[in-house]
């Protein structure tokens, strides 16, 4: 651990951006030349102990060599909790209010950190205002702002969890903030019922409750009570058992609002059904056809996943228009492995934010790509092969050897003689029936073929069971999109010198709305669209996509940047504007995989990184695009 002189030293280097020697910092400091250089290099044998981050120059000074590295490292040796663990525990447990120069010797950090941890912080704990003032930062918002932040700060807490009981060392952190008092009594009384009651709850929705009633009986105890919306529950004695339970262990008394609180998390944790009307019903119904159509996809709807996904939804409304959260610890993977279904997902769903009175986010999204994933997956279905042989057990044998071993994956064999053949009742369930005999009661699926099965007829077989997949895999893997008429040549926005995300998006915006393409309310969309999750991707690429009703006429604009920047959590030095009108939402799909597809090519990337002008880009993907169809 550094001491708070070597961390006075540290602070020093890190503001600095040149070389200091030994006599300025120990001017800074108050200390001698001497002092300075035992702590410099006691501070090396601890910073440069894996990497290289203190250099010296000799007759020039000391500076620092990798701030980013500087900083993990910072943190490993003045504690085992992060900086912003230590800045948001003091504004929701602490004096609530703290300064600048507090954190600054707090933690041994320079301000300009502080000020980045900061609005880290704010992403942390959401829609709750974090303020600074000459006094220092504090959190303002209502009631229900500030237990959302305290909900948002216990998620954080859990994905900090390492070990392979997390949930315990999740408690365990909790009781260190909340009391070992109310961390027992919630649990004991919520695990108690879920027990008796719930047969199959996820995880995610019962720690969510979990933390949920945590915090409500932590603000109550300081006599901090919420204002809400009536929840329209329909089985108040859930709620009653639960809170009555609690509100006995701990001495709470939890009236009518309180209740109704806890009633609308049950609610928006899918423990009790969303009352939902007619209009929102038949809305969510269109939604769900809306989707399936710019997906290319076909639903029975009879289909569990579908009545599933239904109820899904009007949970997911009931959070929204609460601004309640529901943690995905699964959003990042979602968005990297399902990308194109994530994004038409996304902007399909703009329209429906006004008239559902809602605002999606990354989280609520990742859930829809979810089932609308499981939809395409339940669409490549199995197929079942009867084969009726009333030869020997051998030559039977064989066949079904052949068949499997010649067959997709997707292919399952069954084997049975004529005369239980003729006794079956349901053959609807078999795509294909191969006989080696003649059939009394053959089927229009049925193909009679010889004892030994050629080459010719297992060619035969395959063909007739890829029909239908061959089909569906031509909606899912639709042709790309012509390059050259959607990518935007009338704005030049290559090899420029952006020194910021907003900048980017206020060129962008300006540029795309003089040349007709958007309306003067796109850039707010972005802006919006970026503060619920970002587009920017590890690969060093920002997707953003504005509404399809501030957009005029389809496009696609290309930015390329000469030094990579900052966007949210990745530094990029490419970013593609999408902007898909309302008359072409069909294509959607269609220029979502298309980017996609360029993304996923690295040598692709290398040629736009290092062109100069659209020409050259178009030029580049272009013979990529010949070059994948000769491989075809």
């Given at each position: ?65 990798n701030k980013k590295n500087l900083e ?126 719930w047969d199959f709850v996820s995880e ?49 008394d939890f009236n009518d609002i309180e ?374």
């Open positions: 651990m550094l001491s708070k002189r070597q961390s006075r030293i540290l602070s020093l280097l890190e503001e600095s951006n040149r070389y200091l020697t030994a006599d300025e910092i120990a001017k800074s400091t108050g200390v001698s030349k001497r002092t300075v250089h035992s702590e410099l290099k006691s501070m090396e044998e601890d910073l440069n102990s894996i990497e290289k981050i203190l250099i010296r120059k000799r007759g020039i000074g000391i500076a620092i060599e993990s490292k910072a943190i490993e040796l003045n504690s085992d909790k992060s900086r912003l663990q230590v800045i948001m525990e003091n504004l929701l447990f602490g004096e609530k209010i703290i300064s600048y120069n507090q954190l600054s010797e707090l933690l041994f950090v320079s301000k300009s950190s502080i000020s980045k941890d900061l609005e880290k912080v704010q992403k942390i704990l959401g829609e709750i205002v974090l303020n600074s003032s000459a006094k220092g930062s504090y959190l303002s918002g209502n009631e229900n702002q500030i237990r959302e932040a305290y909900i948002r700060f216990n998620h954080w807490l859990f994905c900090q969890c390492s070990s392979s009981n997390t949930y315990s060392e999740w408690l365990a952190k909790l009781e260190e903030y909340y009391s070992e008092n109310i961390v027992t009594a919630c649990k004991d009384v919520l695990f108690s019922y879920l027990k008796d009651h995610v929705y019962v720690q969510s409750l979990l933390s949920s009633l945590i915090v409500q009986a932590y603000r109550m105890q300081f006599a901090e009570f919420t204002k809400c919306k009536p929840s329209n529950i329909e089985n108040e004695d859930v709620v009653n058992r639960i809170v009555n339970e609690v509100s006995n262990r701990l001495k709470l209740r109704e609180y806890f009633a609308g998390k049950l609610i928006s944790f899918r423990f009790e059904p969303a009352v939902s009307k007619v209009i929102e019903q038949q809305l969510v119904q269109q939604l769900v056809l809306d989707i399936c159509s710019v997906l290319k996809l076909t639903i029975n709807n009879n289909c569990e996943t579908k009545s599933m996904l239904e109820k899904h939804m009007f949970s997911m409304f009931y959070r929204l228009r609460n601004h309640q959260t529901i943690e995905n610890p699964f959003v990042d993977q979602i968005k990297e492995e399902y990308g194109v279904i994530f994004q038409t997902i996304w902007i399909v769903l703009q329209k429906y934010e006004s008239l559902l009175g809602v605002q999606f986010n990354d989280e609520e999204i990742a859930y829809l790509t979810i089932y609308f994933q499981t939809f395409i997956e339940e669409n490549r279905t199995i197929k079942k092969v009867l084969v009726v042989c009333q030869l020997g057990v051998a030559t039977s044998e064989l066949i079904i050897k052949k068949l499997i071993n010649y067959l997709p994956a997707t292919a399952k064999v069954e084997r049975v003689s004529k005369q239980r053949f003729e006794r079956m009742k349901n053959l609807d369930e078999y795509s294909l029936i191969l006989t080696t005999i003649p059939l009394g009661r053959a089927k229009h699926n049925t193909i009679k073929v010889s004892p030994y099965l050629s080459k010719n007829e297992l060619q035969m077989i395959r063909e007739r069971l890829d029909e239908n997949e061959s089909s569906f895999q031509d909606n899912q893997t639709e042709i790309f999109i012509n390059f050259d008429e959607v990518f935007n040549q009338k704005i030049d926005c290559i090899k420029k010198n952006f020194t910021s995300k907003l900048e980017i998006v206020e060129v962008a915006s300006k540029a795309l709305f003089e040349e007709g393409f958007v309306s003067a309310k796109f850039k707010d969309g972005i802006l919006s669209r970026e503060n619920l999750g970002g587009t920017d991707l590890p690969i060093g690429i920002a997707i953003p996509h504005g509404k399809p009703q501030d957009v005029f006429k389809t496009t696609v604009l290309p930015v390329t940047l000469k030094r990579k920047i900052k966007w949210n959590e990745f530094y990029i030095d490419i970013v593609f504007f999408i902007c898909i009108s309302e008359e072409d939402r069909m294509k959607t799909k269609k220029i979502i995989q298309s980017i996609y597809s360029i993304m996923e090519d690295k040598e692709l990337l290398r040629k736009i990184r290092k062109s100069e002008s659209i020409e050259e880009i178009l030029i580049a993907v272009e013979r990529n695009r010949e070059k994948e169809i000769c491989y075809e």
